[in-house]
Structure formats: structure tokens, C-alpha cells
T-cell receptor, first 115, second 114 residues
Framework: ETGVTQSPTHLIKTRGQQVTLRCSSQSGHNTVSWYQQALGQGPQFIFQYYREEENGRGNFPPRFSGLQFPNYSSELNVNALELDDSALYLC??????????????FGPGTRLTVL | GNSVTQMEGPVTLSEEAFLTINCTYTATGYPSLFWYVQYPGEGLQLLLKATKADDKGSNKGFEATYRKETTSFHLEKGSVQVSDSAVYFCALSPISGGYQKVTFGTGTKLQVIP
């Protein structure tokens, strides 16, 4: 069973640029969620995708967008980067309707630094 | 809305000491409750969970009991090891709502010294 993987591991961008982060779900999982974890804080929910549709969103502006592909992998896109976007971005996959409903499995994260 | 409050850290303990990390929550209905652990430079790992009142989650010597009457889910371990040094997050997820949004606390850093 393959766990959740994310790429890249680290990324440095400048203010105003755009970034794409990638996530591969755990085998058999059909739902993916993205979280932002600022230094010293708990993860904050950005949004969730199920069957290629966004089905929930936290308090993040529209410049945070995402995609889920037929193989359930996912992308997080952030436009017009701001300094406060510097954080660890975590992807979590889960199985909607499975016996472990709402148990999410996290990837190692992508550390984004905005200069 | 939903929220999770956990005790401030860092918590520093000697090896083999007893650990308690307090966690209380605010939510409607009966959410599922979780403890996640994050080791330095890594993502989050699910440590244990409980899905209904009076359930006890346990794993690797850690335990937590879902207390509906006090809206609490305190994490305990009888004898900590140096390898338990990490940041611990209490979290909840509502059963209803159409999607699985997990709300996390701010985390409690545990340092165990030999």
C-alpha cells in the first residue's frame, strides 16, 4: 500500500508569483484535502476534493485553487503569492464511505517560502 | 463554528514520567476526535481516534477517552520515552456536513529528556 506523497519537498518563490503543489493519494482513496500549516500553528483547512469536484472550502481567498484528477491525485495552485503564504502545505487523503470514514492520512508536506 | 483548544507547550518531561496533554473542543453534535503526532520535519501521523462518547482510543501506549459531558479528549501516557518527543495535535471532524473538514488545535510540543 503506497502512502500519500507530495512534491516538491521545498520551494522558494517571490511575492506575486504563482505556485503549483502536487499530491498523490494513498492507494484506494477517493478524497483529498489540503491544509496550510504556518510555523508553530496547527493545520488550517483549505479545501477538499471528492470525485474531481470541490466539496468544501475553508476561509481562504479564491487565489487558492485546486484540481483533482481521475486517478485521485491532486494539485494546489496559489496565485499572486504573498509573504504570509509561507507555510507547510499538507495534503491528506481519505476514503469517502469506507469503514474508516473521516480518517485522513497525511503526506510529508511541501515547505513553501515566499520572499 | 467548531474549535479545539489544547494546553500550551512546550511540555518537558523526564523519561518514564507520566504525560497528560489536555484538549477540549466545541462542536455541534457528536464529532469524531483525533490525536495526531508530528515529528520534526515530517507530516502528521494519526496516533489515535474515538468516534463516540466514552470511546477510548489507544495506540503505542497513548490513550484518550471521549468525554461528551466535559467536551474533552485528554491524551495520556503512563511512561514517556525520548522517542515520544514531537508535537501533538488534538483534532475533530464532524460526522455530518457533507465533507470531512478536520479542525486542529494549535499543537503541544513535548520534549522528553533522558
Amino acid at each position: 500500500e503506497t502512502g500519500v506523497t507530495q512534491s516538491p519537498t521545498h520551494l522558494i518563490k517571490t511575492r506575486g508569483q504563482q505556485v503549483t503543489l502536487r499530491c498523490s493519494s494513498q492507494s484506494g482513496h477517493n478524497t483529498v484535502s489540503w491544509y496550510q500549516q504556518a510555523l508553530g500553528q496547527g493545520p488550517q483547512f483549505i479545501f477538499q476534493y471528492y470525485r474531481e469536484e470541490e466539496n468544501g472550502r475553508g476561509n481562504f481567498p479564491p487565489r487558492f485553487s485546486g484540481l483533482q484528477f481521475p486517478n485521485y491525485s491532486s494539485e494546489l495552485n496559489v496565485n499572486a503569492l504573498e509573504l504570509d503564504d509561507s507555510a507547510l502545505y499538507l495534503c491528506a487523503s481519505s476514503l469517502e464511505g469506507g469503514s474508516h470514514y473521516n480518517e485522513q492520512f497525511f503526506g510529508p508536506g511541501t515547505r513553501l517560502t515566499v520572499l | 463554528g467548531n474549535s479545539v483548544t489544547q494546553m500550551e507547550g512546550p511540555v518537558t518531561l523526564s523519561e518514564e514520567a507520566f504525560l497528560t496533554i489536555n484538549c477540549t473542543y466545541t462542536a455541534t453534535g457528536y464529532p469524531s476526535l483525533f490525536w495526531y503526532v508530528q515529528y520534526p520535519g515530517e507530516g502528521l501521523q494519526l496516533l489515535l481516534k474515538a468516534t463516540k462518547a466514552d470511546d477510548k482510543g489507544s495506540n503505542k501506549g497513548f490513550e484518550a477517552t471521549y468525554r461528551k459531558e466535559t467536551t474533552s479528549f485528554h491524551l495520556e501516557k503512563g511512561s514517556v520515552q525520548v522517542s515520544d518527543s514531537a508535537v501533538y495535535f488534538c483534532a475533530l471532524s464532524p460526522i455530518s456536513g457533507g465533507y470531512q473538514k478536520v479542525t486542529f488545535g494549535t499543537g503541544t510540543k513535548l520534549q522528553v529528556i533522558p
